[in-house]
């Protein structure tokens, strides 16, 4: 079945960029997703991209896309405190599933 | 704000009791998940429902039942539950679901579960 790997922890300074890193491992996803959880909340959808495109800008997120590596960043510009939270990534599956990654905890630190 | 959402937000149940989780989405989504979440891990899936029939069950024991009385609600029945069925229950929604595909979901902030 699909296997999705992310970092566990990721450690920024404010204002810095962030690169949350993700791999997965079937090429036929149409979909891949990036989620943010908050302590104590659901999962935030973020952002998108569809597997046609290799890469999508959304205000402070960049998502990259290389379809050949199996390879899905999220970048996140001038990082701020609020963005501390754990990050998921997710793929869709031809069996109409979403696959996640075990998530990647991003601390920013003043 | 989430656009689903989900009530109680927390539960403290007996092993003998019965109890229902509610979730209800105004986004005219026809499909609509649950999932559960132990802390620390990603969610799991466990039913999916498109156009208010159940289409996915995830080998989901018989003591979680789910309903889905119309497009806009999703219920999860419980009933015996074990200490080990307590997590984050978390529902989601997305425009559609395909049988080899599925559109971005949109999740609620969940009901923590607690079983005595």
């Known amino acids: 079945g699909e296997d999705v790997e992310q970092s566990l922890f990721l450690s920024v300074r404010e204002g810095d960029s962030s690169v949350i890193n993700c791999t997965y491992t079937?090429?036929?996803?149409?979909?891949l997703y990036w989620y943010k959880q908050e302590p104590g909340a659901g999962l935030q959808l973020l952002t998108y991209?569809?597997?046609?495109?290799d890469m999508k800008q959304d205000q402070r997120l960049t998502v990259l896309l290389n379809k050949k590596d199996k390879h899905l960043s999220l970048r996140i510009a001038d990082t701020q405190t609020g963005d501390s939270a754990i990050y998921f990534c997710?793929?869709?599956?031809?069996?109409?599933?979403?696959?996640f990654g075990d998530g990647t905890t991003l601390t920013v630190k003043p | 704000d989430t656009e689903v959402t989900q009530t109680p937000k927390h539960l403290v149940m007996g092993m003998t009791n019965k109890k229902s989780l509610k979730c209800e989405q105004h986004?005219?989504?026809?499909?609509m998940y649950w999932y559960k979440q132990k802390a620390k891990k990603p969610p799991e899936l466990m039913f999916v429902?498109?156009?208010?029939?159940?289409?996915i069950n995830e080998s989901v024991p018989s003591r979680f039942s789910p309903e889905c009385p119309n497009s806009s609600l999703l219920n999860l029945h419980l009933h015996a539950l074990q200490p080990e069925d307590s997590a984050l229950y978390l529902c989601?929604?997305?425009?559609?679901?395909?049988?080899?595909?599925?559109?971005?979901?949109?999740f609620g902030d969940g009901t923590r579960l607690s079983i005595l």
């Open positions: 989601a929604s997305s425009q559609a679901w395909f049988g080899d595909s599925n559109q971005p979901q949109h």
């Open positions: 079937d090429s036929s996803s149409t979909y």
């Open positions: 991209i569809f597997s046609n495109m």
């Open positions: 997710a793929v869709n599956t031809n069996a109409g599933k979403s696959t």
């Open positions: 986004m005219g989504h026809r499909a």
């Open positions: 429902y498109s156009y208010e029939k159940l289409s």
